[in-house]
């Protein structure tokens, strides 16, 4: 059986332009484009993002994977959506799967691979990186990550908020991801270690909507969804900057 190759591509944190060459190469000739997206009524935002480096001839397929914690439920999505991209891939034809971000950096990818490869042993996968959104924000605020000897510690929140605080207590760069509802809750930390005005906070990266602040007060009261697709970057502890 002559089976294709699937190709999981970064796409980057929003702005098209920061999709790599190799990828964009291989959207513009892609015949088979899956994209995840939230829910089956709303946009995929990695799709929006690509939509201008794809050919007129590509054949985009939706894969919806609920924003749920039930591992169960999740599973059963990964391997629907598996089997519906070996069932290309055993025509012959390549695919393309997108994701924000970097490929294997807390990304639907990884979960995806894992299942495509449970289902179809035999399958081929190029795995392409993408620029990951705390690079992306690091550029837009002049905010350095990793000075030195400074260790780098990427965090992401989780409702009770432990790993925060104690990230907070060390030293070096803190990246904070998966903001999403614990924005507030994230604030409080910050204030708690006298870190927020060691802070800067981006929304939608490179995106029309894109939010950027410095001053991170700013953020107290506001909705929920404010934190949504969003990255904080702190400067914790005492070490030389």
């Given at each position: ?50 939509k ?44 393309c ?7 294997m ?51 992401p ?22 903001i ?24 939608n ?10 001053d ?9 969804e ?16």
């Amino acid at each position: 059986m002559n089976i294709g190759t699937l190709y999981g591509i970064g796409v980057g944190p929003g702005d098209p332009d920061l999709i790599t060459v190799k990828g964009v190469k291989l959207l513009a000739s892609c015949k088979h484009l899956f994209v995840p997206k939230a829910r089956m009524k709303s946009e995929s935002v990695a799709l929006d993002i690509v939509k201008g480096h794809l050919n007129g001839n590509t054949q985009v397929h939706e894969l919806v994977f609920p924003m749920v914690t039930d591992k169960t439920e999740l599973m059963k999505k990964w391997d629907e959506s598996a089997r519906a991209i070996a069932e290309i891939l055993k025509t012959g034809s390549d695919a393309c799967f997108i994701t924000l971000g970097d490929s294997m950096l807390y990304s639907t990818y990884i979960y995806l691979l894992r299942a495509l490869k449970n289902v179809l042993p035999e399958v081929k996968t190029v795995t392409v990186p993408g620029i990951t959104a705390f690079s992306a924000v690091a550029a837009l605020t002049d905010f350095p990550v990793g000075e030195a000897k400074e260790p780098v510690t990427i965090i992401p929140a989780a409702d009770d908020l432990t790993a925060v605080e104690n990230a907070l207590k060390g030293e070096g760069t803190v990246v904070l991801m998966k903001i999403g509802k614990r924005l507030q809750g994230i604030l409080d930390c910050l204030e708690k270690a006298g870190a927020i005005d060691d802070a800067v906070f981006v929304a939608n990266a490179g995106m029309e909507d894109q939010r950027l602040e410095t001053d991170l007060r700013k953020l107290r009261n506001e909705k929920p969804e404010t934190g949504y697709l969003s990255i904080i970057l702190v400067h914790a502890g005492k070490g030389e900057r």
